[in-house]
């Protein structure tokens, strides 16, 4: 009897686990369009991964009744939201929207360091990537943020048997050669890319 309805054609590309989220320097990497961080980068385990693209739509419709005539995007965002394990201070200081490495307080050291309070300015600019080893264990799935802003609201749930997971999302910015600290390799993928190898 023959299969009916939709049937795996390549079951190595079924993805199952978290993926290895590493950041590091935007400014100094941005014209860079191949993954280039190691996984000395990584924030460390995962609680969760999530990409989301949004994308809104302008609809122009005309006649009576109404028929759409034209869609176009006219707003388009991409971020990668995940919960890091990990409680270190250059964690923290990348969930209160600073640059864990040129924070000097917030040193890579994982029990020495500080991450001040009460003095909140606009996200850093870091480079982030998501590595996702496909079960195979060759093949890899990369997420490339050249220039993104974590937004957060710094959430530490201390629960007496579960591990706390510490929530940020890490939005995707302009990366093309007309803004400041941008690089013409985006020009035409102004938020990054995702790259299979």
């Not at 809104?56 to 707003?75: A, H, M, N, Q, V």
């Not at 307080?105 to 998501?130: D, F, I, K, Q």
């Not at 997420?143 to 957060?152: E, G, H, K, L, T």
Request: charged letters at 20%; aromatic letters at 8%; proline letters at 6%.
């Amino acid at each position: 009897m023959a299969r009916k309805g939709p049937v795996a054609t390549d079951t190595s590309t079924i993805a199952l686990g978290l993926a290895q989220i590493r950041v590091g320097d935007s400014s100094g990497n941005i014209g860079e369009i191949q993954p280039i961080l190691s996984a000395s980068d990584s924030i460390g385990a995962l609680a969760n991964t999530k990409y989301t693209r949004n994308t809104d739509w302008y609809k122009l419709e005309s006649g009576f009744p109404l028929i759409e005539d034209y869609t176009t995007p006219i707003r388009e965002a991409a971020m990668l939201e995940c919960a890091f394990k990990e409680i270190t201070p250059a964690n923290l200081a990348l969930a209160h929207g600073l640059d864990p490495a040129a924070e000097p307080t917030a040193s890579m050291a994982v029990h020495s360091g500080e991450v001040p309070l009460g003095s909140r300015v606009a996200p850093a600019y870091v480079r982030m990537e998501a590595r996702y080893t496909f079960p195979n264990g060759t093949n890899f799935m990369d997420i490339i943020f050249p220039r993104a802003q974590v937004s957060a609201s710094a959430e530490i749930d201390m629960a007496a048997e579960d591990a706390a997971a510490v929530p940020v999302t890490f939005e995707s910015k302009n990366a093309t050669s007309d803004v400041t600290g941008g690089d013409a390799a985006w020009d035409d993928k102004a938020l990054g890319r995702i790259f299979f190898s």
